[in-house]
């Protein structure tokens, strides 16, 4: 099995930064494109950044020049720092990974569970 555990949210006043963490596991041959998701209250689901394994970095237009992704591939880890938080940013973070895993070589998206961040006006 494959597991992503995300770590590093919590509360910040505006204009603070935190820094998420997702770590994969399990039978794990490569892993492709990794990013983050968010869902706000009463808000869909958007991506708010998604990087290649070739490190080719996106990100949704609100959070341009306040956050950056990053991987380290050799610890099968993604990373979004985020800085000058707003109380808009406030969501819960869920990590993403495209995985070829397992002895079936398959090859699929794995999420893990979600961290909250919440940003105080």
């Known amino acids: 099995q494959v597991q992503l555990v995300e770590s590093g949210g919590g509360l910040v006043q505006a204009g603070g930064s935190l820094r998420l963490s997702c770590a994969a596991s399990g ?6 494109d990794m990013g983050w998701y968010r869902r706000a209250p009463g808000k869909q689901r958007e991506l708010v950044a998604r990087v290649s394994n070739d490190n080719i970095t996106n990100y949704v237009d609100s959070v341009k020049g306040r956050f950056s ?20 940013d ?3 973070y ?3 990974g495209e995985i070829n895993w397992g002895s079936m070589m398959r090859r699929d998206i794995r999420w893990g569970r979600g961290t909250q961040v919440t940003v105080s006006s």
């Open 27 to 32: 039978s794990i041959f490569n892993i492709y």
């Open 69 to 88: 992704i990053s991987r380290d591939n050799a610890k099968r880890t993604v990373y979004l720092q985020m800085n000058n938080l707003k109380a808009e």
């Open 90 to 92: 406030t969501a819960v």
């Open 94 to 96: 869920y990590c993403i």
